[in-house]
């Protein structure tokens, strides 16, 4: 057990709409990091907060958005879902200092129909 | 720009056959800091080693062992006599120095352990 939560772990939804996913860090971790993983690709990283601030920005498209909470946890909202949304999306955390390894959560399974 | 190459896509060993699996990474940075994750077909990411750059000895758990090589920027995986349960996709990472840490990761090999 990683210590992330994140929920839920699976999401089916319609083109168009938006949906919300959580996540809970480890105990003590300050950064949060944001992944989608399409079928068979690899980690493409969207976002990242520290200690509530926006820290660093990937590949994130304008209709997704996220934020940091005053207790750490973090939203990732989707908007306006495409087909090509489906993937997993995965949230990570770290005490944020240059040695601490990601932990990652289960992930989210969002099936766009 | 940081950067992690992972050259194998996908590798298919027979099971108790030896494995490395390649990872190259480029940084200025003088300190940085590596890692491996391994992403099994239940699809959860598992964190399996970290190493700092200033510490090039190698290191062995169990069946697992690293290679670091500042030199080559190499931090190469080698799984001895590998099982079905070995078989998972396996990425190298690469994180900064810096507060709030940048991680770049590689796009992952696929390793397939054959029975």
């Known amino acids: 057990d990683s210590g992330v939560t994140q929920t839920p772990k699976h999401l089916i939804t319609a083109t168009g709409q938006r949906v919300t996913l959580r996540c809970s860090p480890r105990s003590g971790d300050l950064s949060v990091y944001w992944y989608q993983q399409s079928l068979d690709q690899g980690l493409q990283f969207l976002i990242q907060?520290?200690?509530?601030?926006?820290?660093a920005k990937g590949n994130i498209l304008e209709r997704f958005s996220a934020q940091q909470f005053p207790d750490l946890h973090s939203e990732l909202n989707l908007s306006s879902l495409e087909l090509g949304d489906s993937a997993l999306y995965f949230c990570a955390s770290s005490a944020g200092e240059g040695n601490s390894p990601l932990h990652f959560g289960n992930g989210t399974r969002l099936t766009v129909t | 720009a940081q950067k992690v190459t992972q050259a194998q896509t996908e590798i298919s060993v027979v099971e108790k056959e030896d494995v490395t699996l390649d990872c190259v990474y480029e940084?200025?940075?003088?300190?940085?800091?590596l890692f491996w994750y391994k992403q099994p077909p239940s699809g959860e990411l598992v964190f399996l080693i970290r190493?700092?750059?200033?510490?090039?000895q190698n290191e062995i758990s169990g069946r697992y062992s690293w290679n670091f090589q500042k030199s080559t920027s190499s931090f190469n995986f080698t799984i001895t006599a590998s099982q079905v349960v070995d078989s998972a996709v396996y990425f190298c990472a690469l994180s900064d120095h810096n507060y709030g840490q940048n991680f770049v990761f590689g796009p992952g090999t696929r390793l397939s352990v054959l029975p």
């Open positions: 190493r700092n750059s200033f510490d090039e």
């Open positions: 940084t200025r940075d003088t300190t940085y800091y």
């Open positions: 907060y520290y200690n509530g601030e926006e820290r």
